[in-house]
């Protein structure tokens, strides 16, 4: 059986067995103050917009039993796995593995690279550690959407015009329907978080549809 999520540029007819909700790194290395964000120097309230819909999405989904994955941005300990390019990026105040208030700064097993309390992932949810912006890049995300069926990714988290749109980017590329939940995004920019969901509804939906956590809890209930 089929539901139908209303989206932009049109609606989306799609099936709960084929469909995985991915929320993008809801960490708090970017939420909560400490952490990699705010070492970049961004006012990391402005993220707190998305909690609460991507909170909404992520009931829908579980009541649903749709798959639910999750992934966290973060680094190995010993960095091996970091860019020196990424690390040496900008004038941060601490820099990737450099101690924080929240411990090493996304590094993966720190207090900071955990997911926000209010969105932590249930029991059997896929948690997917990944070193770069998108969720396909080193990961084996591709391997477990495979293995599930999946041809539609509903994606939402932060940023917007960052690791959410290098995923959606990344996921049209490969042939899956990508939509993002666009009130469960944010981003530091309010700017960009605009016309990140513009560009991906533009020309048709050049990378996908765009639609919001309350359009996704009808189409699920
Ligand atoms: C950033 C992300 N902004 N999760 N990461 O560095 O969007």
Same mark, same amino acid.
């Given at each position: 059986m089929s539901q139908t999520l209303d989206a932009e540029p049109g609606p989306l007819s799609f099936e709960i067995g084929k469909t995985a909700l991915v929320v993008i790194?809801?960490? @708090?290395?970017? /939420?909560?103050?400490?952490?990699? %964000?705010e070492t970049l120097g961004n006012d990391v309230s402005l993220l707190q917009a998305a909690v609460g819909p991507c909170a909404a999405a992520l009931a829908a989904a579980r009541a649903a039993g749709m798959l639910v994955i999750h992934t966290r941005?973060?680094? @190995?300990p010993d960095l091996s796995d970091a860019p020196p390019a990424k690390i040496a !990026?900008?004038?941060? #105040? !601490? @820099?990737?593995?450099d101690p924080g208030p929240m411990g090493r700064i996304l590094v993966r097993g720190e207090p900071g690279h955990d997911i926000v309390s209010a969105l932590y992932p249930a +029991?059997? +949810? &896929?948690? /997917?550690d990944k070193p770069g912006k998108g969720a396909f890049h080193q990961t084996d995300l591709e391997q477990i959407l495979r293995n599930n069926g999946v041809d539609t990714l509903l994606v939402c988290g932060v940023t917007t015009e960052v690791c959410v749109h290098t995923t959606i980017r990344e996921g049209n590329d490969r042939g899956y329907r990508c939509v993002a939940i666009g009130d469960a995004c944010a981003s530091y920019f309010p700017e960009f978080h605009r016309v990140g969901l513009e560009m991906i509804? *533009?020309?048709? %939906?050049i990378f996908g549809w &765009? #639609?919001? #956590? *309350? *359009? /996704?809890? !009808? *189409? /699920?209930?």
């Open positions: 790194d809801m960490q @708090r290395d970017f /939420l909560e103050p400490g952490g990699f %964000g941005e973060g680094h @190995r !990026r900008g004038e941060p #105040s !601490r @820099r990737i593995g +029991e059997g +949810e &896929v948690v /997917l509804k *533009a020309q048709g %939906g &765009v #639609s919001d #956590s *309350a *359009a /996704l809890t !009808r *189409a /699920l209930d």
